[in-house]
């Protein structure tokens, strides 16, 4: 069952938000628009997506022992893939806060099908979920931070949540390493211009790096830190995730200056062309694993 928690009052999204510059930072107190949303299209991607990163996500899992009996959490789904896949190591239910009202509903009736019974599913956002105190012994989410104004106030939502011994484990980008060969020239503010597509909802594209810092300043121990890069020629998973991606928001790129239409058409015809030199490489943001434990107080 799909729960709908009542919002805060935090301020109306602006029905111009998703065009607007990159001119303030968000505060916990705004709503913010995620900014790839929740079409058929998008959700074909995020489906690809997880086909080449969901075995990145079995390793941590086998790492944090998410097995059976665990009280688990995850932000942010998605398509699923990997709720389904927590669920079966935990041979149970597992809880859910997503956002969006296309795909809260897909995880309910993902998770009607495979026998390990109703965890409940909170449709809104991470900051109005009424989640337990103390509760989790694992929570988790991929690619979710990086959208998220304030990511101090979310984690100490999911700190408060977790018991003691519990683990936060999340998986962003350090988007530093992300490069293509041959270099194109207009590479330096395609870069600036992706920042500024997730700044301009109060996110950080590269929150990853600055994850083990949050985790410490909310009050947990750092267990690990653990990154997994992948480089990719033509016709590879790895490039066809990555074109995937950048093609279908090249336009949207486009209004971030000093990147602007004609220097995205230019970048598009130098990907198209690179992708017909099997010697060219598309080198992807750094994937980081980074858990965080609540320790238990000494007595
Ligand atoms: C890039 S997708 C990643 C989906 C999935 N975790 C995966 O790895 O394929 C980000 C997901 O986070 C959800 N999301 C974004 N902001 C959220 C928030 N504040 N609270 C809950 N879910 C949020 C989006 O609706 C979307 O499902």
Redesign the pocket.
């Known amino acids: 069952m799909v729960r709908r928690a009542t919002p805060s009052k935090r301020a109306p999204r602006s029905s111009t938000a998703r065009n607007s510059r990159p001119t303030r930072r968000l505060s916990t107190t705004d709503s913010y628009e995620?900014i790839?949303g929740?079409s058929p299209k998008e959700s074909e991607r995020?489906r690809n997506?997880?086909r080449l990163w969901d075995p990145v996500s079995h390793a941590l899992f086998d790492r944090i022992a998410v097995g059976p009996g665990k009280r688990v959490l995850e932000?942010?789904?998605?398509?699923g893939s990997?709720h389904l896949e927590l669920r079966r190591r935990v041979g149970g239910p597992v809880d859910a806060?997503?956002?969006?009202p296309v795909?809260a509903p897909h995880i309910t009736a993902l998770a009607a099908r495979d026998g390990f019974g109703a965890g409940r599913t909170w449709q809104c956002?991470?900051l109005d979920a009424p989640l337990p105190r103390a509760h989790y012994d694992i929570i988790f989410?991929?690619?979710?931070f990086l959208?998220?104004p304030d990511p101090a106030a979310h984690l100490a939502k999911l700190v408060a949540a977790l018991r003691p011994g519990g683990v936060i484990a999340l998986q962003e980008y350090h988007r530093a390493t992300l490069d293509m060969v041959p270099a194109q020239p207009d590479w330096a503010a395609f870069c600036a211009a992706d920042r500024a597509f997730f700044a301009s909802q109060g996110g950080d594209v590269s929150i990853g790096s600055q994850l083990p810092a949050l985790l410490r300043d909310a009050g947990l121990q750092l267990d690990e830190t653990h990154p997994t890069l992948r480089v990719g020629h033509p016709g590879s998973a790895t490039w066809n995730w990555l074109s995937e991606y950048f093609l279908g928001v090249m336009d949207r790129m486009a209004e971030f200056p000093p990147f602007d239409a004609a220097a995205a058409a230019r970048l598009r015809r130098g990907w198209l062309a690179a992708a017909n030199d099997p010697s060219a490489m598309a080198v992807g943001p750094t994937v980081l694993d980074v858990v965080g434990r609540k320790v238990r107080k000494r007595r």
């Open positions: 995620y790839l929740d995020l997506q997880a932000v942010g789904p998605g398509q990997l806060v997503e956002r969006s795909f956002d991470l989410a991929r690619w979710v959208f998220l």
